[in-house]
């Protein structure tokens, strides 16, 4: 069976990337049912995209691969899409857009769109062998117990990476890559929570509050949750993509309190209140009581000098941990690094050297920040390589 493109993976990228290719097209992916990232994202809802989505929200050893894609089919584009099929959505914080409904309305509009587009979709369908060909590509994949051999002249490469394994995920683009002479860049968990290895923080699981986290690169103004393993939470994933094992990490418990002077002006009208009891006025109380086995949080607030109030305060707001791990790739939201974008076209998607071959999505090397712009990455590259296969 010859087709005009075949497109290994039925994901975001992939299905994004069908709807625009044009000619014959064939989405194989070995999942039970296409967009399965999607259907679960977002608490079921989907965080589609954000607002804000732009370069500087991206990690990639070229900062300036993803500009082009970006620019060519922009958020504002992907809004007007689900608009014209009718999916109500919402803002949440920080830019990011939700379904108001289900994310199974993204997965019906992408099929509709392939559909449309005349693509056909074999799931639970396996690759068995690959290699290039005078026409482009020679495939065999077992689909129903049967073996079939499939020739095609465009290959694109969306599997993504190798973040959450029980849903399938495989490094099954970067062994193609790599067969095909394409580099890898390190490959790690991203967007994952820290983990502790002495479980310091298990009597605090279930406790959230806003915070800063930060390192010499960078920080994050999200919230905070502790668990049995270690901290997660939205300022915790967002971080983790910029955390190298061994290296400590800051926490900033008040970062927009003005907590010195609130307890300067307590200790002034209501002096006889302890000062913890003051201190789980703002902070949740299992945290100051569990603080308080390690900071000076004892006596009442009038026996407070400022000096030993400044102390506390800056121990609050500086709070150096060092973390043992991360929960890695089980529970990582994506995969850091992947195929080196210096071997591909940043308008197109093909590899350089390798004509008719693509990578979009996750399977390389550019990641996004927690809150949508993963998303947007994998419609932006797809519809890059979807048209310029399609000579748009």
Known sequence: MTYDTIILGAGAAGLMCAAHCGGRVLVVDHAKAPGEKIRISGGGRCNFTNMYAGPENFLSQNPHFCKSALARYTQWDFIDLVNRHGIAWHEKTLGQLFCDGSSKQIIAMLLAEIERAGAELWVQTSLRSLSKSDAGFA????????????????????????????????????????????????????????TFSDDKFKELSGVSLPARLSNDRTSFDEALLFTHRGLSGPSVLQLSSYWREGEAIRVNLIPNLPLYDLLRDQRQASGRKDLSTELARHLPGRLVDYLGQQLPMSGRLADQSDARLAELVAALSDWHLMPSGTEGYRTAEVTLGGIDTDDLSSKTMEAKEIPGLYAIGEAVDVTGWLGGYNFQWAWSSGHAAGSAIAGD
Request: glycine share 12%; aromatic share 6%; net charge positive.
């Open 139 to 194: 495939l065999e994949v077992e689909r129903d117990g049967r073996r079939h051999r499939l020739t095609c002249a465009n290959l694109v490469l969306a599997t993504g990476g190798k973040s959450i394994p029980k849903m399938g995920a495989t490094g099954l683009a970067y062994d193609i890559a790599q067969q095909f002479g394409l580099r890898l860049t390190d490959t790690r968990a991203g967007l994952v929570p820290f």
